[in-house]
């Protein structure tokens, strides 16, 4: 090895330090989904990030939906799709497949690939110890309530069983299926899960992956990227999303809004883009915070500034004890999300009421 290639390997370790000591013993909530969970290479390099996460002294746990494959399965098993507004209905046989490929598919590749690497990774869905509790919800279509079938939002959350694996040292993997209060299993989308999820944990970041480099302010002008939001300029934002973005963003404003310090949205076709997002000074992707106050700018010993190309502030590493966030405890329920929270389409191609 040269002593430049040495040099500029030895820079790309110390620029991490401030990182690794700042968010050393903090819980990162990681939505799983998009082009991250369907090649192969992608689907490795973020088991990878995973392993390095928790390894590295943080708390990773993972959410995750799977609307491409159940979309695949639906069709294999030639399993006609009943739609209602526009949107896919999901009737109790097309429930029975959202349960299979989540939890036996998705969820099981995923455990698998982490503990390629060791005894990491413990897989659970919402349907686990009362982890999520959902209620059933129409879809407005033109003013009107649809009823689309067993999709629902998520209304409690149970953080007790993650915590139980987080404490043992294991990275949660969470499938995004929930009960409702009588015990009929809903598909929910796995973005607004996340984010609840975030809230319940108290998480120090929700990270969520897109196929997209982050929030545009003027879509498709690639120049209005914003690299950083504060959730009232977001709110404002909301309306004029393209639909595949709206749960994201708004899972990332119920985060910062019920206490989380940052969520971001990152391009999860960039190989190790979480490792990006949280161990580099730049960054990568959208940030949002509750505010733009100074008061909220988190600051590092020494990290420089996180630079932002949508003017709103700069994005610097966190630094003081009294911002940092523990896991709620064991007897803490948090509910997280009202019913009447909008959710938008997961699969791939498809309007449905859950990212599956």
């Known amino acids: 090895m040269s002593g430049q290639t040495a040099q500029a390997k030895a820079a790309v370790l110390i620029e991490a330090l401030p990182w690794l000591q700042r968010f050393r013993g903090a819980t990162v909530v990681v939505k799983y989904g998009g082009n991250a969970m369907v090649d192969d290479d992608l689907k490795r390099a973020f088991a990878q990030d995973m392993v ?15 609307g491409p494959q159940i979309a695949a399965m639906l069709g294999r098993l030639g399993i006609e799709s009943e739609f209602r507004g526009g949107l896919r209905v999901t009737t109790p046989e097309a429930m029975d497949v959202v349960r299979m490929v989540l939890v036996g598919q998705v969820q099981r590749e995923l455990v698998g690939l982490i503990n390629e690497h060791g005894p990491y990774a413990v897989g659970l869905s919402g349907e686990d110890a009362h982890l999520l509790t959902a209620i059933r919800r129409p879809a407005i279509v033109d003013g009107e309530p649809v009823d689309i079938g067993l999709v629902g939002d998520i209304v409690d959350v149970n953080p007790d069983a993650v915590l139980d694996i987080v404490r043992a040292g294991r990275i949660p993997v969470v499938s995004t299926v929930a009960p409702d209060a009588d015990g009929v299993v809903h598909n929910v989308n796995a973005d607004t899960a996340a984010g609840a999820v975030a809230v319940a944990l108290r998480a120090e970041k929700l990270v969520v992956l897109t196929d997209v480099e982050g929030l545009y302010a003027n879509w ?72 733009g106050a100074a008061g909220n700018q988190r600051t590092a010993g020494g990290a420089g500034n996180r630079t932002t190309a949508g003017g709103a502030g700069n994005r610097t590493a966190a630094g003081g004890a009294g911002n940092q966030k523990t896991a709620v405890g064991a007897g803490d329920r ?21 990212d599956g």
């Open 52 to 66: 390095f996460l928790k390894l590295a002294g943080l708390h990773p746990v993972v959410v995750h939906g799977g």
């Open 220 to 291: 498709p002008d690639r120049g209005s990227l914003l690299h950083q939001v504060h959730a009232d300029r977001l709110e404002e934002l909301l309306p004029g999303l393209d639909s595949g973005m709206v749960p994201k963003m708004e899972a990332c404003l119920r985060a910062v809004r019920g206490g989380v310090p940052e969520a971001h949205v990152i391009d999860g076709r960039l190989a190790h883009s979480v490792l990006l997002e949280v161990f580099t000074s730049e960054g990568v992707g959208t940030m949002v915070t509750a505010s």
């Open 334 to 354: 948090t509910t997280a999300v009202g019913a009447g929270d909008r959710t938008a389409a997961g699969g791939a191609g498809d309007r449905t009421g859950a």
